[in-house]
C-alpha cells in the first residue's frame, strides 16, 4: 500500500515507523527539512520537504497512485485542506486527518466532511483521546495503563507488582492453577526496561509492570491478586484547563455518580473560557506548581489530581508536590517518552502519552479487514490488536498449542459469542471467535498473516 504521511513529527513519525516496518511504501511531507531528514534518515521511507496543502508537493510525493493520506501536521485548516486535495486533484481514496479544535469536532457540524463538501473519512482527535484515556485511568486508579477490548467485555491493565504483591516469584503456570476460575492472562511483562511475551514458566517479580488481559466482571478480583486495591475517585483535581482538561472535566460533570473536579489553570482567559463552559466544576485562576494554590484547591483531601497542562516538567512537578501534599493518586500527561522512567523515582501513579494514544486511534483505522482495535504499548514497542478470525485464517480450527506463534505474541482473551473465554494451550480457535492479542512491534506482520487480514483493504 502506498502512504503518504503529511508531518514528520512525533505521531507522523511513528505512523511512518510502524507502516514502513510493515512493508509499506510511505512517503512522508513536512515543511520542515529537518524533520524529514529525520524520518528518511531513521526510517525506511521517501521524504519530501514542502508545505503538504500544496498540490505539487503532493504531486512530487506520489499523490497520483497513492491509496491514503494521512494529514497530521500541527494546524487543523492545514490538514483539511489537504485531504480536500487529496480527493479533488488526485482522488485518493483514503483520507485521515488529525483536528485539534473543538469546533470542528462538534457533531452538529459532522456535515463538513461529506465526499462532496470537505471528504475526510476519518477524523481523529488527540485531545479527545487523551480525555478518554483520562477517564480510564481514574476508573482504574491502581493501573498505570489501561484499555477496553472485545467490545468492553476484556480489560487490558497496566499493573506494576510492589513488595506486597501476594504473587510475586509465582510462576505464570501456577498462578493459573492458584486462579483457575479467574479468566485474567499475562500478555506482556516489562522487566528492567526490556518488554517481553512471557512463558508459562516465567515467574513475576517486584518491579516487574506487566499487561493482564481480564474480563470486565473479574477486574476488582484480578487487581485484588495483584496486590491492588480499588477506590472510588469522589474528589479530583486538575491542574491545566485547556482542551484537555476542559474535556475531563466536561465527561466527570456528565457521569451518573457524582464527583466534585476543581481545575486550576495559570492562563486567566482559559481559565474563564473553562469557568463559563462547565456548570458544577470550579474552577480557580492560579499556578498549580504553587504550594499556596494547591491547598486552596483543597489538594490534601482530593482523590486524585490528574495534571494535565501542555508542559511535561510541569506535569512531573505538580504531581510530585501533590503527592507531598497528602493526595493519594497522581496521574500526569507525558509527551516526551524519555520521561517516563522518572516516574517511579518520583512516586508518579500513572501517566497518558497522547502520542500513543493518536497513533493507536490512527492505527485502529488504518488496520481494516477483520481487525477491529489496536492499541500501541509503550514507546510503539508493542500492540494489542483485536481482530475477528476468518475461515481462511490458518489458525481456525487449531487448537491454541498448535499456533506457531513468533516468541512475542501471546493471545490474551478470546469472545466466542457473547462469551468471554480465557485461553488455554487446549482452547480451540474457531471460525467468528474475536481473539486479543498482544504482539511486539516486529511480530505485528505475521500475527495479520494467521489472521488473514491485511490493511491493504482495497
Known sequence: MKVIICGAGQVGWQIARHLSGEKNDVTVVDNNPDLVRRATDTLDVQGISGFASYPDVLDKAGARDADMIIAATYSDEVNMVTCQVAHSVFAIPRKIARLRSQSYLDAIYSDLYRRDHMPIDVVISPELEVAEAAIKRL??????????????????????????????????????DLFS???????????????????????????????????????????????????????????????????????????????????????????????????????????????????????D????????????????????????????????????PTLVPLMSPLGID?????????????????????VRNVYSIGDAEAEIIEAEVLSTSPIA?????????????????IRKGDKIVKPTGGTRIEEGDVIAVFALSADVPEVERLFQVSIDFF
Open 397 to 413: 480450527g487449531c487448537k491454541v498449542r498448535d499456533i506457531d506463534f513468533p516468541e512475542g505474541v501471546l493471545i490474551g482473551s
Open 301 to 336: 483531601r482530593a482523590d486524585a489530581v490528574l495534571a494535565v497542562t501542555d508542559d511535561d516538567k510541569v506535569n512531573l512537578l505538580t504531581a510530585v508536590r501533590a503527592k507531598a501534599r497528602g493526595c493519594p493518586l497522581a496521574i500526569t500527561l507525558i509527551n516526551d
Open 350 to 370: 500513572a501517566y497518558i502519552n497522547p502520542r500513543a494514544t493518536t497513533v493507536s486511534s490512527i492505527l485502529r483505522h488504518i488496520r481494516h479487514g477483520r
Open 181 to 299: 476460575t479467574l479468566r485474567a492472562v499475562v500478555g506482556g511483562v516489562r522487566r528492567n526496561g526490556t518488554l517481553f511475551a512471557p512463558d508459562p514458566s516465567d515467574q513475576l517479580f517486584v518491579g516487574d509492570d506487566i499487561y493482564v488481559f481480564t474480563a470486565s466482571e473479574d477486574v476488582g478480583r484480578t487487581m485484588e491478586v495483584f496486590g491492588k486495591t480499588q477506590k472510588k475517585q469522589d474528589r479530583v483535581l486538575l491542574v491545566g484547563g485547556g482542551n484537555v482538561g476542559l474535556m475531563v472535566a466536561q465527561r466527570l460533570e456528565a457521569r451518573t455518580d457524582r464527583i466534585r473536579a476543581k481545575v486550576i489553570e495559570r492562563n486567566r482567559k482559559i481559565a474563564e473560557h473553562a469557568a463559563e463552559a462547565l456548570e458544577r466544576t470550579i474552577v480557580l485562576h492560579g499556578d498549580g506548581l504553587d504550594s499556596d494554590m494547591l491547598a486552596e484547591a483543597g489538594v
Open 139 to 176: 476508573a482504574t486508579p491502581a493501573a498505570f495503563d489501561t484499555e477496553s477490548f472485545l467490545d468492553n467485555k476484556v480489560q487490558m491493565l497496566g499493573l506494576r507488582l510492589a513488595e506486597d504483591c501476594p504473587v510475586v516469584n509465582t510462576s505464570l503456570r501456577q498462578l493459573s
